[in-house]
C-alpha cells in the first residue's frame, strides 16, 4: 500500500515487522563498513558497494500514521564509513522519482538510480564492479518478484546478501498451488525446476 507522506511524496506502508526488517539490515551494513572500511583504506578492497535492487521510494509510513521512517536506501546512504557506491533500483518509476527527491544533494555523486526489472537491471549494476569491490546487497521483494539469475549475477563479485525470504507472506499461502504446476514462482526463485 501506498501513502502520501508529509514531504508530499509516496511512501510505503509499512507494520512494525516492517521497521523490525529495516532496523536489522541498517545494523548489518553499519558493521558490515565498521568491519571493511579500514581494509578499504588498507586496500584490499578499492570500493565498497550496497545494492539495493527492490528499493522502494525511500520513506515508510506506520499504519495508524503515528510515524514516518527512511526506508533501506536512505538507510545505506547516512550509515558510516561510507559506502563508496550506492546502487538502487525499482519497477515503478514513480519510487525512483520519489526516492530521487528524498536523496541529499550532497549523496547523489555516490548513487545510481535506476528504473527496471531487478532480474534485468542487476547485470548492468555488476558490470560497473571491479574485481576489488566488496559489496552488501539486500533484496527485498514483496513476493516472488526475484529470480535467481539475480543472485547469479550478484556473486560475480565478493558480495553479502541479505534477502528477505517470502516464506509466510509467498510461500505459505501459495504452496498448494504451486505443487499443482509445472513450474512455478518458487523454481524461478530456486534456479531449478522440479524433475518429479
Ligand atoms: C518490499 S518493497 C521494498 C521496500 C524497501 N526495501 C524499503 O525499505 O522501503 C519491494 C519493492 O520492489 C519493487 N518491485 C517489484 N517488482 C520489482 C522488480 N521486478 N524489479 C524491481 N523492483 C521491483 C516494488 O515496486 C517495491 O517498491
Redesign the pocket.
Known amino acids: 500500500m501506498i501513502w502520501r507522506a508529509q514531504d508530499g511524496l509516496r511512501a510505503?506502508v509499512?507494520g512494525p515487522w516492517?521497521r523490525e526488517k529495516?532496523d536489522y539490515v541498517g545494523r548489518y551494513a553499519a558493521a558490515f563498513m565498521k568491519a571493511m572500511h579500514p581494509k578499504r583504506r588498507a586496500g584490499i578492497w578499492s570500493e565498497l558497494v550496497y545494492i539495493?535492487?527492490?528499493?522502494?521510494?525511500?520513506?515508510?509510513i506506520a499504519r495508524d500514521r503515528s510515524a514516518e521512517f527512511d526506508?533501506?536506501?536512505l538507510r545505506a546512504l547516512n550509515i558510516t564509513p561510507a559506502f563508496d557506491r550506492l546502487f538502487f533500483?525499482?519497477?515503478?518509476a514513480r519510487?525512483i522519482e520519489a526516492l530521487r527527491q528524498r536523496i541529499r544533494p550532497d549523496q547523489h555523486r555516490r548513487v545510481n538510480l535506476r528504473v527496471?526489472?531487478?532480474?534485468a537491471?542487476i547485470r548492468n549494476f555488476m558490470s560497473t564492479l571491479t574485481h576489488k569491490t566488496l559489496g552488501l546487497a539486500?533484496v527485498?521483494?514483496?513476493g516472488f518478484?526475484?529470480k535467481f539469475g539475480v543472485f547469479e549475477a550478484l556473486a560475480r563479485r565478493r558480495m553479502d546478501v541479505l534477502l528477505?525470504f517470502p516464506s509466510g507472506i509467498g510461500i505459505a499461502r501459495n504452496l498448494r498451488a504451486f505443487a499443482r504446476q509445472t513450474h512455478s514462482p518458487m523454481d524461478d526463485l530456486w534456479g531449478r525446476t522440479r524433475v518429479a
Open positions: 510505503r509499512g516492517t529495516l539495493d535492487p527492490l528499493a522502494g521510494p525511500g520513506l515508510g526506508g533501506s536506501p533500483s525499482d519497477l515503478d519510487n527496471g526489472d531487478c532480474n537491471v539486500f527485498d521483494p514483496e518478484e526475484v528477505l
